[in-house]
Nanobody, 124 residues
């Protein structure tokens, strides 16, 4: 399984940014997908996840109402739309594929494949 995240960059507080993750090597439409982030010195934190069909979404408390996850099963991509960005959103963002088909969760153990991450920096 290969997951390639893109779209990171340097933005100002209040701006929006959209991350995209392209997946290959799996039957994409069978797997839940998720986004996590990690800041220096901190553990990897759950941001959002979406079920294989897109019908169920979960969000971390710190991003509810600001971030939105979506997926396109025809293109094998999952996206994270980030709005009203804050300096504390600065982190490396990772996409992840579910550890087993037709399951979506919010913990690290719910995901079995991880991408390399893309850096998002939000200046104040």
């Amino acid at each position: 399984v290969q997951l390639q995240a893109s779209g990171g960059g340097l933005v100002q507080a209040g701006d929006s940014l959209k991350l995209t993750c392209a997946a290959s090597g799996l039957i994409f439409s069978d797997y839940g997908m998720g986004w996590f982030r990690q800041s220096p010195g901190y553990d990897r934190v759950f941001i959002a996840s979406i079920s294989s069909t897109g019908g169920t979404e979960y969000y971390g408390d710190s991003v509810k109402g600001r971030f939105a996850i979506s997926r396109d099963n025809t293109k094998n991509t999952v996206a994270l739309q980030m709005n009203a960005l804050k300096p504390e959103d600065t982190a490396v963002y990772f996409c992840a594929a579910g550890a087993r088909p037709h399951w979506v969760g919010r913990g690290h153990l719910d995901f079995g494949s991880w991408g390399r991450g893309t850096l998002v920096t939000v200046s104040s």
